[in-house]
């Protein structure tokens, strides 16, 4: 009895990893991600780069998760930074990176214009004249005195107080 336990149990094993087998052949397979480079340009930050590589700008935290050895924070990539960007295979870009970016360079925030100089501070002086021109109080005009003679003092002025 003990051998008959034992080969059904066996028998009864063999067939669930037989089905287990074959149901993991029937399900779908799931398409591989492909990981592409991506050498970071002058005006591209992550939510542009998920909008190109993904349709949604929403998703630069997956950018993000992948590269968060290389970028340290998100707002901040550096021109010159390779990027790993997971995406389906046979992926194919809706519009033209580097058109998108020359086209709305200064239109859309976060992306600046780049410039292939630096401007340069230039300090000039110039001298400020006033177009107004002072006025000295003037004194009237005293008569002259003769030696000896003492200058007329006006008399006080009194207050009328009214009745």
Not at 36 to 60: F, I, M, P, S
Not at 85 to 104: H, N, R, S, Y
Request: glycine share 6%.
């Amino acid at each position: 009895m003990k051998k008959s336990v034992i080969l059904a149990v066996a028998a009864l094993a063999g067939i669930l990893m037989a089905g287990a087998v074959s149901s993991q052949e029937a399900a779908p397979t799931q398409p591989q991600q492909v990981l592409r480079l991506h050498t970071v340009k002058a005006g591209e930050n992550l939510c542009l780069l998920a909008g190109y590589y993904y349709g949604d700008a929403r998703q630069w935290k997956k950018i993000w998760e992948l590269n968060k050895k290389e970028i340290r924070n998100p707002n901040r990539i550096n021109v010159g930074q390779v990027i790993k960007v997971e995406l389906e295979p046979g992926w194919q870009a809706k519009f033209d990176l580097d058109k998108f970016i020359a086209d709305t360079a200064g239109k859309t925030a976060g992306i600046k214009v780049p410039s292939a100089k630096k401007p340069t501070l230039e300090r000039s002086y110039e001298e400020v004249k006033s177009t107004v021109v002072p006025r000295l109080l003037e004194e009237p005009a005293k008569e002259e005195l003769k030696p000896g003679e003492k200058p007329e003092t006006p008399p006080p002025a009194t207050e009328e107080k009214p009745k």
